[in-house]
């Protein structure tokens, strides 16, 4: 489990999401605190302006990973989570928490762990409905079902189904051998278009 998250982490986000066929990616889910992560979704789904759902998530009893995933009808106008949020998913050993609506409390967030958002917005939420935990949500646009595979960077976040990581590995260090290849050529003076091609036929050569 381990050795998965540490390649994932390694091959990055916009490597995955090619090497998935491009796929995965999630609209309006950016890294604004802590460092690149990767592990299995815990999920949660919330109405416009109420984070009772994201509390009740954090106690379900059947966890089923570190990245919490909330997918929130709110669109960027609910500042869902802040310092105080934090401060329980940090006490809580969560890697990140992802969600699809905005933050507050910018300046006093710390990770771990890392959080991607929408943006950040002051407007607070109620306490009313319960929401749904542990459930298939869509999350950015992307389905994301717990124990999924997700994984956030600066290049954004996306989610790999739990059955399909062993094959976008593989092919993620394919595609990254060629690149790694394509970038010595450039070295020597190639253009991108031109290495492109005779990696494509190195490649081709060799399997
Ligand atoms: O309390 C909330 O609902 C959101 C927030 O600002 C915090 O977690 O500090
Ligand atoms: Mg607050």
Redesign the pocket.
Known sequence: MDEIKKDLLRLGVATLYEAAGRRGLMAGAELLVGVPFAGQAHTAEIPAGD?LGLHNGLRAPERTGDIYCVASAGKGRY??????????LRAGAWQAIVLDDAI??IDLLEAPPSVAARGICSR??V?RRAGRVNVDISLGGILVRPGDWVVGDRDGVVVIPEGRVLNVLAAAETRLAKETRIAELVRTGATVLAANLTATEELAASS
């Open positions: 984070n500042g869902v989570i802040g310092e105080l949020l934090v401060e329980q507050r409390d607070g939420t306490k």
